[in-house]
């Protein structure tokens, strides 16, 4: 062997010698001199199902509320999970902050919001309300909808009622949650919503008292009671400003507990399953997107709902004064579109305080072993 031969073979084994030593150093960091920066943890109840061969990623929140990925987490076993920092992540130790297991579902994408976006959203929200409180009284306040709708649409609403009292697991979760109500919320209720109510109801039931010639024939002829004050006073009451902030108030106070939360999203989705399960809805509502009567009213309600849509995305989404798309959020909706079970981490550090969505709602992970 010449020596020309000799000293490319050499060189050429430093060059590969050389992509060896990078690839390990890309993928697991310096071989010397670098002391890992890991944790173990004990694995959730709820997260034991849920496995990936390739971890999970884990993320640090910055001050924006926007995060960034700082290492992954691997399932161990069934109880036991262990977070590893990357390598040219330069942290405290793992092992002494805060970890956040979090299931990818649209209530973490939420909880993840920053307190200002989430006042943002809030406003977004009334105001989209607002739009919806008024259309929908200026269309049941309509005489088209009284004559072709009105009928139609309590039938639906009272059938839907007895589906969901029949089930006995609903009826007794049903129960719990006026029991809950009528203890802590009622009093409140009676104090802000009624006192704002009560002129107007009494106008209603005394234009109800009020003898009429049609009226007396009515109830005499086919035991009819005119019923129709009584929808015009809760028209009224949607529409007026007071009332309605109070309800909007009042509604925010019941979704913070937890409680209440739990069995409401129950009985809601119960409710809304058997009232679009019931074939009459979908008539219904076709005929109501097409009759001419309510065509400009519902042409400023779809404008104004895509609009408030579009800004509430991008709030839930964006992070920072530019709003730019935030990785973790972005991964989360992904995941929620793909309908897959994934989790992430977010570790908080000593002092770091998480936004007020994350607060009370997710246990910190417990070191294994303590």
Known sequence: MSLRDAATYLFSLLIVAGFAVSGVYAFHGAPIGVTENTAEFERPGWAREIDNHVGFPAYRLRDDGSSVAIGRVAMLSP???????????QMAP????????LETNARSLLA???????LKIAKDMERVARSMRDRFVTIVRDPAFDEAYRNRLQE???DAYRTVRADPGLDLATDRAIEIYRREYAPELSNTLLLAAI??????????MIPSWQGMLDLLSEGKVDYSPLGDAAADLLRNDAFFDSLVLHALDLGRDRRFWRVGVLLADAFIDAVSDDPRTEALLDDISRDPAFHAELQVLEREAAAATTTIFSTVVGRGPDMQ??????????YILLRRPRVVAVVLQEGEAPPSGMLDRFIPLTKAGS
Request: no cysteine; net charge positive.
């Open 325 to 334: 798309p935030d990785a973790l959020a972005v991964r989360i909706i992904r």
């Open 199 to 208: 002129p107007r109801l009494r106008a209603a039931a005394l234009e109800m």
């Open 94 to 101: 793992v092992a002494q902050a805060r970890v956040l297991l």
């Open 79 to 89: 109880e036991r999970l262990r977070l590893a920092v990357f390598p040219d992540v």
């Open 112 to 118: 993840l919001v920053p307190d200002t976006s989430r």
């Open 156 to 158: 639906i609403i009272v």
